[in-house]
């Protein structure tokens, strides 16, 4: 099946520590992103990346990194510099950016800080 | 700036009633707009998407959205509400290609859907 693999789907960081998703498909999409979700603020955009090798701030990059060697996979670091991590992550992606295609979404990683 | 506004945070209806759930957008040039569903501590399911075309779209799960340009409006509707479309519904408005062509999503809060027996 197709679709977009997010792990783990819990996470608890210590305060201090970076910690890595994984996000991953086998779609053949080209482009990719980064959502936080908190309760009644919707989906917020983090990191995207149009193409590999190429990626570009959101609204709220400050605190995370990303990189993008591979098509199928574009995994977010949430590093200490973080303030507030707790949240529930999505992945999506869509076959190309410019395209009208709907955005497919992965099951999403719940990050707690202890 | 382009915008998405969903002015209700929970809707309340009974079992076999039709529900509306409202969008309001502030975009410039043609929106394309989406509409997705969640379920608790699940990822995003696509319902359906207005392009271009006729203003009433139909999409998963017996939902449609009626596109409204003079009103700034994408309604999701169902005529005949189950149980189980209880779940957090959200609206989102894509920049449009041309512009600078990144496929970025704009969301709205989200409206929480409760369908009562």
């Known amino acids: 099946d197709g679709g977009i693999t997010q792990s783990p789907k819990y996470l608890f960081r210590k305060e201090g520590q970076n910690v890595t998703l994984s996000c991953e498909q086998n779609?053949?999409?080209?482009?990719m992103y980064w959502y936080r979700q908190d309760p009644g603020q919707g989906l917020r955009l983090i990191y995207y990346s149009q193409i590999v090798n190429d990626f570009q701030k959101g609204d709220i990059a400050e605190g995370y990194s990303v990189s993008r060697e591979k098509k199928e996979s574009f995994p977010l670091t949430v590093t200490s510099a973080q303030k507030n991590p707790t949240a529930f992550y999505l992945c999506?992606?869509?076959?190309?950016?410019?395209?009208?295609?709907?955005?497919?979404f992965g099951p999403g990683t719940r990050l707690t800080v202890l | 700036a382009q915008s998405v506004a969903q002015p209700e945070d929970q809707v309340n209806v009974a079992e076999g009633n039709p529900l509306t759930v409202k969008c309001t957008y502030s975009?410039?040039?043609?929106?394309?707009l989406f509409w997705y569903v969640q379920y608790p501590n699940r990822g995003l399911q696509f319902l359906l998407k207005?392009?271009?075309?006729?203003?009433l779209v139909k999409g998963s799960y017996g939902f449609e959205a009626e596109f409204n340009k003079s009103q700034t409006s994408f309604h999701l509707k169902k005529p005949s509400a189950l149980v189980s479309d209880s779940a957090l519904y959200f609206c989102?408005?894509?920049?449009?290609?041309?512009?600078?062509?990144?496929?970025?999503?704009?969301f709205g809060q989200g409206t929480t859907l409760q369908v009562k027996p």
């Open positions: 989102a408005v894509r920049d449009t290609p041309g512009s600078s062509n990144t496929g970025k999503l704009i």
């Open positions: 207005y392009i271009t075309g006729d203003n």
């Open positions: 779609l053949n999409h080209d482009a």
């Open positions: 975009v410039s040039g043609n929106p394309y």
């Open positions: 999506a992606s869509i076959g190309l950016a410019g395209s009208v295609n709907e955005q497919f």
